[in-house]
């Protein structure tokens, strides 16, 4: 199958995932090409699926990366997977924002991912992660990109969920912390 893999990362995290996530691809028969949309990359005409990744900031991907879909990503009746990091789960809503944008597009998502990847900002209440909770959350986080290439791979990729409900609202909270 051709894939894409498409990713804005700010520190690291979200590259980490397009990487290892394209290695796996790759390791079982895929032809992958990884671009981060700073290269402003182009999708290929014949590609199967399209792979689309971004850090959490406030609670959705950040707003450079939402007016780079709008702006760069064509209407396509293509198979799709969105993704986030970030360095906890309680207002990871990135995916859903993703998920809406390539869904008008004509996207047909098959899964809405979120990884929890080592903090990377250390004020207040938010202390540097020990080096054995780093070493955890990427044990726990290629476990999780395992487990997606091998359902891919057997045809049992489906979206569970596929509602995206307060995308406005998350849309408009990315602008204002942008």
């Not at 290892?20 to 290929?44: A, F, R, S």
């Not at 998920?99 to 597009?105: I, S, Y």
């Not at 020990?130 to 091998?150: A, G, H, P, R």
């Amino acid at each position: 199958m051709k894939v894409n893999i498409l990713h804005f990362s700010g520190t690291g995290n979200t590259k980490y995932v397009a990487d290892y996530l394209g290695e796996k691809l790759v390791n079982t028969g895929h032809d992958v090409k990884i671009n981060g949309i700073d290269t402003n990359p182009t999708i290929d005409e014949d590609v199967e699926l399209l792979i689309l990744g971004g850090p959490i900031y406030a609670g959705n991907v950040p707003e450079k990366m939402i007016r780079w879909i709008l702006r760069n990503i064509k209407n396509k009746n293509a198979n799709c997977i969105v993704y986030s990091t970030s360095a906890g789960l309680k207002n990871a809503n990135g995916v859903d924002s993703l998920a809406k944008k390539l869904d008008k597009k004509g996207y047909n998502i098959l899964a809405k991912e979120t990884y929890v990847m080592p903090r990377n900002f250390y004020f207040g209440k938010y202390p540097k992660n020990t080096t054995q909770e780093v070493n955890d959350m990427i044990k726990n986080t290629n476990k999780q990109i395992d487990i997606l290439v091998d359902r891919l791979n057997k045809g049992k990729l489906y979206l569970a969920d596929p509602e995206n409900k307060g995308v406005l609202g998350k849309d408009l909270l990315a602008e204002t912390f942008s």
